[in-house]
C-alpha cells in the first residue's frame, strides 16, 4: 500500500481543507480510492467557489454518493474557471443523484470544456436533464458504459450536435450495448450542417446496418453535386469498426488543410477519377479555365483527371477555338 491509498477519510478532508484557499493550486486529482467519501466531496466543492485557479478536479472511481455529487454540483454551479471535470466511475452515485446534479447546474454559468461521465448509473431521464444543463463551451463530452441509457436517451445526445451554437468537438457515447441504426441516423441528421465535430466515438457498431452506414456516408461526403461535397463535414472522424467507404473519408479528413480535403473529395467522387462529369470543364468561361486546370494538377490526387481532361477535350486548351466558343454565348446572350 502506497502513502496515498493509506490516508484514511479524515486525513482527505484534512487535506482537502488546508488546499482550498489556495490561490495557485491549478489540478485536484483524488481519484482511485475508497476513502474519498462525500465528506471530502463537499471540502472540495467549497474549492470550486474560492479558488480563482482552479482548472481540473479529477474524482473517478471513489466512494462519493448522491450528497458529495450534488455538493460537487452547488460548487461548480458557483464557478467559472473550472474546465475539465471527471465524475466517471462514480457507482455510489444512483440514478436520481446524477438528475438532482444535472438540475443543479441548469441556468447556472459555469464553463466546463470536458465532462467525464463513464461507467455511472446516468439513464434516460439523466441525459435528458443533462442535455438541458450543458452550456455552450463544452468541447468534449464522454458517455462510455452506462448500461441504464437506452435508444432513448442515445438518441437525444444528438440534440447535441445538432445545436447552432455548439462547440462539442469530442463525443465518446460507447454504449454497453451495440448502436442501432436508429441513433446513427440521429447523429447524422444532427451533424449535416456540424462543421465542429472531429470526433464521434461509437464503440460497438456491429448492429449498424447498411441504412445507417449510408446515413453518416453521406455526411462525410454527400456526393449529389460539388456544393454538396463542399458542404460535407471535413473533420469528422468516427471510431473503430467501420466499412472501408468510411475509412476513406476518415483518412482523408486528418487533414489540417480542409480546403485540400474538399478538393480531393470533388475530384475522387464527382469526377469518379476522370471519368465523367468533364462537362464542368467544357462551359466554363475561357478566363476561367487556367484556374480550373491549375486546381486539378495541384498535386497527385488530381492527374489522373487531368489526364482524362485532356485526352477528352482536347479543345479545352485550343484558345482560338475557345475565343469562337466566348463569342458565340455572347452573340447569344444579346440575342443575335
Known amino acids: 500500500m502506497n502513502e496515498i491509498e493509506s490516508i484514511t477519510s479524515l486525513g482527505w478532508i484534512a487535506l482537502a481543507s488546508g488546499i482550498v484557499g489556495c490561490s495557485s493550486l491549478r489540478e485536484i486529482e483524488a481519484n482511485y480510492n475508497d476513502e474519498v467519501c462525500d465528506e471530502v466531496a463537499v471540502v472540495l466543492a467549497n474549492a470550486l467557489v474560492v479558488n480563482p485557479s482552479l482548472a481540473a478536479l479529477d474524482l473517478r472511481r471513489n ?52 465532462l467525464l461521465l463513464s461507467d455511472n448509473s446516468i439513464d434516460d431521464e439523466g441525459v435528458i436533464a443533462i442535455i438541458d444543463t450543458l452550456g455552450t463551451t463544452l468541447k468534449l463530452l464522454r458517455f462510455v458504459q452506462n448500461p441504464l441509457i437506452t435508444i432513448v436517451g442515445f438518441r437525444a445526445l444528438a440534440t447535441l450536435v445538432y445545436r447552432p451554437n455548439s462547440c462539442l468537438e469530442n463525443l465518446d ?77 476518415y483518412e482523408l479528413n486528418k487533414s489540417e488543410d480542409k480546403i485540400e480535403v474538399a478538393r480531393q473529395k470533388i475530384i475522387k467522387y464527382h469526377f469518379l477519377n476522370g471519368e465523367s462529369n468533364i462537362d464542368k470543364f467544357v462551359n466554363m468561361e475561357l478566363t476561367e479555365l487556367p484556374q480550373a486546370i491549375s486546381w486539378v494538377g495541384r498535386n497527385d490526387a488530381g492527374f489522373s483527371l487531368l489526364y482524362t481532361l485532356c485526352k477528352s477535350v482536347p479543345t479545352l486548351f485550343d484558345s482560338e477555338n475557345k475565343a469562337k466558343v466566348a463569342e458565340c454565348r455572347k452573340r447569344k446572350a444579346d440575342g443575335l
Open 63 to 114: 466512494s462519493i454518493g448522491d450528497s458529495g455529487v450534488m455538493a460537487i454540483g452547488y460548487g461548480l454551479a458557483n464557478n467559472t474557471t473550472l474546465k475539465n471535470l471527471d465524475l466517471s466511475h462514480s457507482r455510489s452515485v444512483s440514478s436520481a443523484g446524477w438528475r438532482t446534479l444535472f438540475g443543479i447546474l441548469r441556468n447556472s454559468n459555469y464553463s466546463l470544456e470536458q
Open 173 to 249: 457515447i460507447s454504449p454497453a450495448v451495440g448502436i442501432l441504426d436508429e441513433v446513427m441516423l440521429s447523429f447524422a441528421n444532427a451533424l449535416v450542417n456540424n462543421n465542429t465535430m472531429k470526433s464521434l466515438y461509437l464503440g460497438n457498431s456491429m448492429n449498424i446496418t447498411y441504412r445507417g452506414w449510408t446515413a453518416l456516408s453521406n455526411v462525410l461526403c454527400n456526393k449529389t453535386d460539388i456544393e454538396s461535397i463542399c458542404a460535407s463535414n471535413h473533420t469528422l472522424q468516427i471510431g473503430p469498426n467501420i466499412p472501408d467507404d468510411i475509412k476513406e473519408y
